[in-house]
């Protein structure tokens, strides 16, 4: 039996990719380093099994630094500076990769189980009292 995919990909389309339909979990960081890379108030994370990412194109990487000093490698598209994935040195451990949920083609049925790093999230912003908040990560 085949399982159900989704598809996603860059905003000129050199970047593609294939993941299951239904992501681990999604979730929303309000931190600032994701703020500057989403050039927005939050990035919106699916997380995926790693090896179940099929993708065709080559991203580019900037080696980040998380506020708990982890390394984060911020994957884009070299020719239109989409963010497409993100990665971690824990990710492979975990069995991992995350997605930039704004990527997918269809988001529609996609809800965030939590929002991280709420301590740095915009004072005009109200999240939803039902969802889980943390003030980090």
């Known amino acids: 039996m085949l399982e ?3 598809e996603g990909g860059c905003l000129c ?7 299951p339909a239904q992501p681990e979990e999604v979730v929303v960081c309000h931190c600032l380093n994701c703020q500057k890379q989403a050039g927005s108030a939050f990035s919106v994370v699916a997380f995926f ?18 506020t708990s000093g982890q390394r984060v490698y911020r ?6 500076g989409s963010p497409v994935v993100t990665d ?9 990769i995350f997605i930039k949920a704004g990527t997918l083609d269809e ?24 969802q889980v ?3 980090r990560e």
Do not use: I
């Open 4 to 6: 159900k995919t989704r």
């Open 13 to 19: 389309g050199e970047v593609r990719y294939r993941v």
């Open 49 to 66: 099994k790693r090896d179940a990412l099929q993708l065709t194109g080559e991203l580019q990487t900037y080696e980040d630094r998380g």
């Open 75 to 80: 994957k884009f598209c070299g020719n239109c």
């Open 88 to 96: 971690t040195d824990s990710g492979p451990e975990m069995g991992l």
């Open 107 to 130: 988001v529609d049925d996609l809800k965030p189980s939590v929002h991280v790093w709420t301590s740095r999230k915009q004072c005009w912003l109200t999240l939803a009292e039902d």
């Open 133 to 135: 908040q943390l003030e």
